[in-house]
């Protein structure tokens, strides 16, 4: 049961969220246009901002233990995102999405995300709490799952034919061939049918599902509140739209970023299969987090630099070649 505490937290939380959502959607992208890069970068600061401020009424109110364990889940669910970015890039271009509606879609892609991520958390919790060995097994997955990043060769093919939710779905719904501005079902023949818009949104909801049952093991080996896990979560999930309309113009600059990824995971199954023996602490998985992906992001950044300068280098040497 939850203490009065507890409980004013998750009621508190949900009203923000509800309201932030509200505002997101109702006032400043009210009418579908294409989101600047000025825009994201204001937005990307201010869900930032807000995951920070919160992190110090975490502080507050329930202490430093879970606030740490906040900062870890979100930095952990902050970085996985950057996947979800490339994925989303490759999603959009494929069913050839107007920039102006691709806001819409992430909405309404978070608020599908929102409810199956406190599905899946719930779900976690519960069976840890019930059978705690299940927690080995986490770590195992992640462990695989890790190394499976690692040495994984990108597939920049997309293959929603072969999407059983969207299999699923035309067996019951027509799809009209075209786009009808930002809706997603109009009438068509007399019959309800869907747009392409809506067949774009079921590949994101189901790419982040297959994203959720990576990242909310990871976080549930650092943290085993719901609280935590969860707001680490949404936070995260809050700032992805920003976050996608900031980088998805250079999000292949971060190339080392897999492996920075790839490591937290290993890193974090190893925490959690030695859980029996040794737990290490959350400030020492907050530092390794932090560093590893401060120093993978730092080393994308540096080698994309390198071959941009190259590549000026190049070009100036065939606009003017050296004289013999």
């Known amino acids: 049961m939850l203490d009065a505490a507890h409980l004013g937290l998750w009621i508190g939380f949900g009203i923000a969220v509800i309201g932030m959502l509200t505002l997101d959607l109702g006032v400043f992208h009210r ?27 975490v502080w507050i109110f329930l202490g ?20 979800n970015i490339f994925v989303f890039v490759l999603i959009f271009s494929y069913f050839s999405v107007p ?13 599908g995300a929102i409810v199956m991520r406190a599905i899946l958390i719930l779900l ?7 059978f705690h060995w299940i927690i080995y097994i986490f770590g195992a997955f ?12 990108d597939d920049q093919e997309l293959h ?40 774009v949104l079921l590949m994101v909801e189901s790419t982040d599902l297959i994203f959720a049952v990576d990242s909310i093991p990871a976080i549930l080996g650092i943290s085993r509140d719901p609280f935590i896990v969860f707001t ?29 990824l790839s490591a937290v995971l290993v890193f974090i199954g190893f925490k959690m ?33 390198r071959e941009e300068q190259a590549a000026q280098t190049a070009q100036r040497s065939s606009i003017h070649p050296a004289q013999q």
């Open 31 to 57: 009418q579908a246009h294409t989101v600047s890069l000025k825009e994201a970068a204001i937005w990307s600061a201010v869900w930032i901002a807000l995951a920070l401020v919160f992190n110090v009424f």
């Open 160 to 199: 929603p034919e072969d999407n059983p939710l969207i299999k699923l779905f035309r067996r019951f719904m027509p799809v009209v061939p075209e786009y009808h501005g930002q809706k997603f079902f109009v009438r068509h023949a007399g019959k309800l049918a869907a747009t392409p818009l809506f067949i």
């Open 64 to 83: 430093q233990q879970a606030a740490l364990e906040f900062l870890t889940g979100y930095l952990i669910e902050k970085s996985l995102s950057v996947d």
């Open 232 to 260: 680490s979560n949404i936070f995260a999930i809050l700032g992805l739209r920003a976050l996608y309309f900031l980088l998805a113009g250079v999000v292949e600059k971060f190339r080392y970023l897999k492996y920075g």
């Open 124 to 130: 976690g919790v519960e069976l840890i709490e019930r």
């Open 273 to 305: 299969v030695i859980e029996g023996f040794y737990k290490i602490p959350v400030t020492w998985s907050l530092g390794v987090v932090a560093t590893v992906l401060t120093i993978s992001i730092a080393a994308s950044l540096w080698q994309a630099r």
């Open 142 to 153: 992640l462990i695989f799952t890790g190394a499976r990043m690692a040495f994984h060769k």
């Open 99 to 111: 920039s102006k509606y691709q806001h819409r879609v992430l909405f309404w892609g978070i608020i």
